[in-house]
């Protein structure tokens, strides 16, 4: 009984975050194209053939410490203990949007969902346990043994398809989702926009595409990269560089341009006394957003 009364207080928040943020939503003259991120090339490393937004420098660093997606005090344990809120709000938004019962012990049963950039697969296995059918693909071929690996070792996600590949692969083989996920990603790529239009590509038309990110401000500087890197070390020293990341203003003028309007944004704070993060209004460092595939992109 607890649970359902908690999740209903989810729902109930998550309401009001998406009536908050609702006049953000209808605004589509931000800034100009030049005020977007620009990354910075990497000439001596050889980029494929195929159009990409990696960035290989990225990708070395996620490499380097492959082996640890599983331990819970590594360095992946701040995905860990935010993991739980992640999946609170992907539950409520994706169960409103096809609608669907939040409360049953499968809500996401009949769901083809994409994790891209999966990762070890620490969110695709809740999903699949959710009752979808999930697609984890990654760009470090460390990380997709090791997310199959642990996947098979239990029924309920030994059928999780993993595959060492990128988003605009998938596009190029025609590949279609339901709900298309890229969580803690996109401030790793080269190129956000492009990343987007993959995205969508990859997302039927009406619906979800969810990307969770840090926003460019100074008290993420503080915080997710002072704090977190160098102070708590939370994470390996320079996991992240600020530069990098989007405001909620960019992300959502980037997915307009790519052919998904958002509809739900919502914060994450963390609790340094419980050592928990929750759900909030407050977007200023960690936030999330799920738009919907508009049908004139096809």
């Known amino acids: 009984m607890k649970l359902f009364n908690h999740l209903r207080t989810l729902n109930t928040h998550h309401r009001i975050l998406r009536n908050r943020f609702h006049p953000l939503f209808n605004k589509t003259n931000f800034f100009s194209d030049a005020s977007l991120p620009q990354q910075p090339t990497t000439p001596h490393v050889q980029q494929p053939s195929h159009p990409s937004s990696l960035n290989r420098n990225e990708l070395a660093k996620f490499a380097a410490i492959a082996e640890s997606w599983w331990d819970f005090d590594g360095p992946f344990k701040p995905l860990h203990v935010m993991n739980p809120t992640r999946l609170a709000f992907i539950r409520s938004a994706l169960c409103r949007h096809f609608k669907k019962d939040p409360y049953s012990a499968k809500p996401l049963e009949g769901l083809k969902i994409a994790d891209v950039g999966c990762g070890g697969g620490i969110l695709s296995e809740p999903l699949a346990r959710m009752g979808a059918t999930v697609t984890g693909i990654d760009a470090v071929e460390k990380n997709i043994n090791i997310a199959r690996l642990h996947a098979e070792s239990d029924p309920a996600t030994s059928a999780i398809e993993f595959c060492c590949t990128t988003a605009e692969k998938l596009v190029e083989e025609g590949r279609k989702f339901d709900a298309v996920m890229a969580l803690e990603v996109i401030e790793h790529v080269a190129e956000p926009a492009e990343f ?65 309007n958002v509809e739900e944004m919502a914060g994450f704070t963390y609790n340094p006394v419980t050592g928990r993060w929750s759900l909030s209004d407050d977007i200023s460092v960690n936030f999330i957003a799920m738009g919907i595939k508009t049908n004139n992109t096809e």
Not at 219 to 245: C, D, K, N, Q
Not at 250 to 258: G, H
């Open 196 to 260: 987007c239009k993959s995205l969508a590509a990859l997302t039927i038309t009406d619906g979800a595409t969810i990307i969770s990110t840090i926003n460019r401000s100074m008290r993420a500087y503080a915080t997710a990269i002072v704090a977190a890197e160098y102070i708590l070390r939370w994470l390996p020293m320079g996991t992240h560089e600020w530069s990098s990341f989007l405001t909620p203003e960019e992300l959502v003028l980037i997915l307009q341009r790519a052919g998904i």
